[in-house]
């Protein structure tokens, strides 16, 4: 149980497109979603914490603008990165957990993104 | 604020060997600890972790955590690591409050030798 996926597993887009990476849970409902960003041999970023049904709290310095980020389900969560740029190339990574005071929380197996 | 340190980028260690991956915490209220491991372009996997009562916590594949909070610590351990231990390895701490949002350490890359 607790099976959290991402998709696509890698993307490949051109500068000044868009590209969405949508994050499911499987087989639990998730209330609170996380997404986070990773360079290489760094470690995880929070970029924005959201819950369902309401707008993502983003962490400071990211562009809310750029990354949008929408959890209309209790199973779906999606980031989109507009007009993306090669310096947005990198591993996002979502996680999820049942509800805000939960203590698990599932991590999906992330999304490479490269913008070329 | 909450923040996680890991001292060490790297630790390299015989198989068979005890092994050691340090960590150590600062928060302003209760912290819960979490130990997750990474393998190359994978999400995270969940080991072990801290929350209350018992300060030697036991998780996933023999490995083990001891929380001391005098020294804010909460080292990661093993007594006879495995070659198919190499991987990288993160210490993250959260409140009981507030958001409740993970912060992560830097990462240990564990290399174990055959």
């Known amino acids: 149980g607790a099976v959290v996926s991402q998709h696509p597993s890698r993307v490949i887009c051109k500068s000044g497109t868009s590209v969405k990476i949508e994050c499911r849970s499987l087989?639990?409902?998730?209330?609170?979603m996380f997404w986070y960003r990773q360079f290489p041999k760094q470690s995880l970023m929070l970029m924005a914490t959201?819950?369902?049904?309401?707008?993502?709290?983003?962490e400071q310095g990211v562009e809310k603008d750029k990354f949008l980020i929408n959890h209309a389900s209790l199973t779906l969560s999606t980031l989109t990165v507009t007009s993306a740029h090669p310096e947005d190339s990198s591993f996002y990574i979502c996680?999820?957990?049942?509800?805000?005071?939960?203590?698990?929380?599932?991590f999906g197996p992330g999304t490479r993104l490269t913008v070329t | 604020a909450q923040s996680v340190a890991q001292p060490e980028d790297q630790v390299n260690v015989a198989e068979g060997n005890p092994l050691t991956v340090k960590c150590t915490y600062s928060?302003?209220?209760?912290?819960?600890l979490f130990w997750y491991v990474q393998y190359p372009n994978r999400g995270l996997q969940f080991l072990l972790k801290?929350?209350?009562?018992?300060?030697l916590v036991k998780g996933s594949y023999g490995f083990e955590a001891e929380f001391n909070k005098s020294q804010t610590s909460f080292h990661l351990k093993k007594p006879s690591a495995l070659v198919s231990d190499s991987a990288l390895y993160f210490c993250?701490?959260?409140?009981?409050?507030?958001?409740?949002?993970?912060?992560f350490g830097s990462g240990t890359r564990l290399q174990v030798q055959p």
């Open positions: 996680s999820a957990r049942v509800s805000a005071a939960s203590y698990e929380q599932y």
């Open positions: 087989d639990f409902q998730a209330t609170t």
């Open positions: 928060v302003s209220g209760n912290p819960y």
């Open positions: 959201s819950n369902e049904g309401s707008k993502a709290t983003y």
């Open positions: 993250a701490v959260r409140l009981d409050t507030g958001r409740r949002a993970l912060t």
């Open positions: 801290y929350i209350t009562g018992d300060n």
